[in-house]
């Protein structure tokens, strides 16, 4: 079946510090891949997505490039701030049976003023 | 406007007892899901309706486990006989049709006893 599998954390950075957290996935056919954020005390929300091949998600200065080849996923940002600190889940849908999210194991950001 | 709300945010069972958890999704919204979320781990699908009925159950653990969404809207995830590996967080995420973006609940935090 499909998976997701992303770096364990917890990923400690200091403010300003670039940011990579990287994510690869088992999936037949051409998944849709999404990461999402869930910060202290809040429920998951879709941080970027993106639905082929070659395609950047971008968004509040993340991304992630749709890796075919590597099949992969990684999430980037080039200044970290402490507001950034949260969870980050790299997910996927199937992109034909349904979209249900199939999820990583999430990746705990710290950032240290 | 209101997101998807939870009731409740907290419940702690006995070994044994039901439970009911229910999931108020965003006005409009046809399609519902449900995920379960252990700790220290991403979150895993149960079960997703389209309208009243459940259009794919394949996440659902075994047959203690049951939800409904008999008007289109609410919808009520019900554990029969729970057991204390049933301890987790219950998440629920609509979306406007099908494919489109989940919006994702704060959660139920389940603790059996």
């Known amino acids: 079946g499909d998976s997701v599998t992303q770096m364990e954390g917890p990923v400690t950075l200091s403010e300003e510090a670039f940011l990579t957290i990287n994510c690869t996935y088992t999936a037949t056919g051409y998944p849709s891949l999404f990461w999402y954020v869930q910060y202290p005390g809040e429920g998951l929300q879709l941080l970027l997505k993106?639905?082929?091949?070659?395609d950047k998600g971008s968004n509040k200065g993340f991304e992630a490039t749709y890796r075919k080849e590597t099949t992969s996923f990684h999430l980037e940002k080039g200044s970290v701030q402490v507001s950034d600190s949260a969870v980050y889940f790299c997910a996927l849908t199937p992109n034909n049976a349904g979209n249900m999210l199939t999820f990583g194991g999430g990746t705990r950001l710290m950032v240290k003023p | 406007g209101a997101g998807v709300s939870q009731t409740p945010s907290n419940k702690v069972t006995e070994k044994g007892k039901y439970v009911e958890l229910r999931c108020d999704p965003i006005s409009g919204h046809t399609a519902l899901y449900w995920y379960r979320q252990s700790l220290g781990q991403g979150p895993e699908f149960l079960i997703y309706f389209q309208g009243t009925g459940a259009a794919d159950d394949s996440g659902l653990p075994n047959d203690r486990f049951f939800a409904v969404r008999p008007e289109g809207s609410v919808s009520t995830l019900k554990i029969q006989r729970t057991e204390r590996g049933d301890s987790a967080v219950y998440l629920c995420?609509?979306?406007?049709?099908?494919?489109?973006?989940?919006?994702f609940g704060p959660g139920t935090r389940l603790t059996v006893l």
């Open positions: 993106a639905t082929k091949a070659d």
């Open positions: 995420a609509s979306s406007l049709q099908w494919g489109d973006e989940q919006f």
